[in-house]
């Protein structure tokens, strides 16, 4: 099956981690910085393991110096997502990258995204709403600060609030006080847990944060009572497969747990989280999913249904989405 123009739902996209490696090249270029070091000779981005590619990361973000970086880095990646059939995305935005985390400073680079957010939708019919995320290895102090930046531009296109970086970083009761401002200016909530620190940061966050939606969560599998309780609540799993094995979470697909997370009941989404930095695409997800685990239309159909019942936008997006989805015919 050809999975390209099938309509799909990403729900877990790094702003900064999808930035196509040549555009961060050519703006190095012209800013007249030297990043040589984060890449391969073949051009793409470059790093050891996880914790390196959190440094790579950083460094790769270090020249979008500006909003209007940011809106061209917006209109790149959310071109390449709808060539692979994404008609929606929510993107974590980060105003550790955009400003230091001034909320002034902040509402400029979220004019220059929310501009090119526009034009995409336009030009190419894909939808996009941002969820700002604090970063875990930044602290707690800082992550409320980040949540003030949310606090301010809360609203129709800033929907949702969430935590990303380094999971052995701290205890999520540190970001309590943050996610409690994000949720008191109505934001929904989501948080990476359970990609490298085990089911207990996914208890831990569910508990502490009170986050309806989970990043990752896979480590949940080696705990029975957790999955029962993620069905249960309806807790709902942005899972990057790819990601996961190309960072060496598990060796290989196969040996990847969405589908028995899944089967047990769990409603698992499918995302890239940093597609170029994994080398993947949700158009490669799909064909990864189906060679491996033989997801065949009806099943992807019913994953992209659980996306559009768990993503965090209005109630008048959400039908024209699960319409879309319900109308593609294979
Ligand atoms: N930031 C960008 N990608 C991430 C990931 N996979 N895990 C944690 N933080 C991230
Ligand atoms: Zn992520």
């Known amino acids: ?6 309509p799909k739902l990403e729900l877990h996209l790094h702003l900064e981690g999808a930035a196509p490696p040549a555009l961060i090249r ?33 460094a790769a973000t270090s020249v979008l110096t500006g909003p ?43 004019h220059a995204i929310r501009e090119a957010a526009d034009e995409a939708r336009a030009a190419h019919g894909i939808e996009m709403r941002g969820v700002i995320t604090a970063i875990r290895h930044f ?25 990303g970086g380094d999971e052995k970083a701290g205890h999520p009761k540190d970001f309590a006080y943050a996610f409690d401002m994000a949720r008191e200016a109505g ?14 940061e996914v208890r ?32 709902v799993l942005e899972v990057c497969p790819g990601s996961n094995v190309f960072l060496g979470v598990y060796p290989d697909l196969t040996a990847h747990p969405i589908e028995r997370l899944r089967a047990a009941g769990v409603k698992v989404t499918v995302s890239t989280d940093d597609p170029p930095f994994f080398r993947t695409t949700m158009t490669k997800e799909y064909e990864d999913l189906e060679r491996v685990f033989g997801w065949d239309a009806a099943r992807f ?30």
């Open 301 to 330: 159909t019913e994953v992209n249904l659980v996306a559009a019942e768990a993503a965090f936008c209005d109630e008048e997006t959400r039908a024209a989405l699960r319409k879309t989805v319900e109308n593609f015919n294979v």
């Open 187 to 200: 934001l929904r909530l989501t948080t990476h847990a359970g990609e490298w620190g085990g089911a207990d």
């Open 204 to 235: 831990a966050s569910l508990d502490t944060l009170k986050v309806e939606r989970i990043g990752h969560g896979v480590q949940s599998i080696d705990d029975a009572a957790l999955v029962e309780r993620l069905v249960r609540e309806g807790t």
């Open 1 to 6: 099956m050809n999975w390209q123009d099938f």
């Open 26 to 58: 050519q703006m190095a270029f012209e800013k007249k910085l030297d990043i040589s070091n984060i890449f391969t000779p073949d051009g793409g981005y470059d790093y050891r393991d996880f914790w390196h590619f959190l440094e790579v990361y950083e």
């Open 139 to 163: 602290g707690g102090d800082l992550a409320r600060e980040t949540a003030l930046c949310a606090q301010e531009t809360a609203g129709d296109f800033i929907t949702g609030f969430g935590m």
């Open 68 to 110: 209007e970086e940011f809106k061209r880095l917006t209109a790149a990646v959310l071109e390449e997502s709808a060539a692979h059939g994404v008609i929606y995305t929510e993107a974590f935005l980060s105003p550790d990258f955009c400003g230091g985390r001034d909320v002034g400073a902040w509402r400029e680079y979220l």
